[in-house]
T-cell receptor
């Protein structure tokens, strides 16, 4: 089946640093979504992207829909301890297919 | 709005026992989904219901059954639990429009011994 390659698998950073992570695919997606999962909780939607080249921000988070429609990027600026968690990307091919394909996640640890 | 709710939050079963995981959403969404999450495997789709009255298999349906009881509720049943079904189970819902955004419940942590 389709796969999303998400990198890096884990990151350990100092508070205040910026963070970048990305997802790539061999397939084209019409929608890219970014989720965050806190320990013991369900994933929470952070940002949704619908057009190639689109750049969308949510507070200190910025995500981009790649021009080729095969990749997406998430940046977190000035990280804080509550940014700790697992970040997932997800892609949707579109049309009547509602299913999402998920990356395996990036585990972010922020050292105060 | 509670969003997506799941019960129970934790469950321990013995091999061969059966149980039903419950999910409900109050967002008037048409589509609902069941996923399992295992370490290193990410989220894998078990079953989904595109609209009330329809269900379809996802990536890993073996050993599970589902029921879309009404627009709000979508249950997942394990008829004869196996240790390989030890996992965290998430229910999600989405509008059947073009956005594809799915909203997740808090999860059920299931251990099969």
């Amino acid at each position: 089946g389709q796969q999303l390659n998400q990198s890096p698998q884990s990151m350990f950073i100092q508070e205040g640093e910026d963070v970048s992570m990305n997802c790539t695919s061999s397939s084209i997606f019409n929608t890219w979504l970014w989720y965050k999962q806190d320990p013991g909780e369900g994933p929470v939607l952070l940002i949704a992207l619908y057009k190639a080249g689109e750049l969308t921000s949510n507070g200190r988070l910025t995500a981009q829909f790649g021009i080729t429609r095969k990749d997406s990027f998430l940046n977190i600026s000035a990280s804080i301890p509550s940014d700790v968690g697992i970040y997932f990307c997800a892609g949707r091919r579109g049309g009547s297919n509602y299913k999402l394909t998920f990356g395996k996640g990036t585990l972010l640890t922020v050292n105060p | 709005n509670a969003g997506v709710t799941q019960t129970p939050k934790f469950q321990v079963l013995k091999t061969g026992q059966s149980m039903t995981l419950q999910c409900a959403q109050d967002m008037n969404h048409n589509s609902m989904y069941w996923y399992r999450q295992d370490p290193g495997m990410g989220l894998r789709l078990i079953y989904y219901s595109a609209s009330e009255g329809t269900t379809d298999k996802g990536e890993v349906p073996n050993g599970y059954n589902v029921s879309r009881l009404n627009k709000r509720e979508f249950s997942l049943r394990l008829e004869s639990a196996a240790p390989s079904q030890t996992s965290v189970y998430f229910c999600a819902s989405s509008d059947s429009g073009t956005t594809g955004e799915q909203y997740f419940g808090p999860g059920t942590r299931l251990t099969v011994t």
